[in-house]
C-alpha cells in the first residue's frame, strides 16, 4: 500500500562523494533520508529528490513524500507552509 508524510526538511549534509544525508521533521520526529552514488545501498534516496529536498533548507515550503508499496519513494510534492499567526503568537 503506497503512503506519504508531510513536513519539513531541518538539516542537510552533502559531501565530497556526492553522497547527500537529509533530515526530514514530520509528526513530531525526526528521519535521515540518504542518498548515495552507490546503487547497492538499501533505502537509497533517488538523486533528483534527495537534491530537491536539500534545496528547501531554511525555507518556508513544505513538502509530501510519496512512497510505494515497497517504502521507495515516488516523488514530492512541495508546497509553501501555512502557519497560522495564532500559532506564531503561541510560540
Known sequence: MSYSIFGQVVGVRKYANGNIEIDFYHDDEL????????????????KELAETLA??????????????????????????????EADDKEN
Open 55 to 84: 534545496s528547501t533548507l531554511t525555507s518556508d515550503i513544505c513538502i509530501e513524500i510519496y512512497f510505494n508499496e515497497n517504502g521507495s519513494p515516488t516523488h514530492i510534492e512541495l508546497e509553501e507552509c501555512d502557519y497560522d
Open 31 to 46: 528521519t535521515e533520508y540518504k542518498y548515495s552514488s552507490n546503487s547497492n545501498i538499501l533505502d537509497n534516496f533517488p
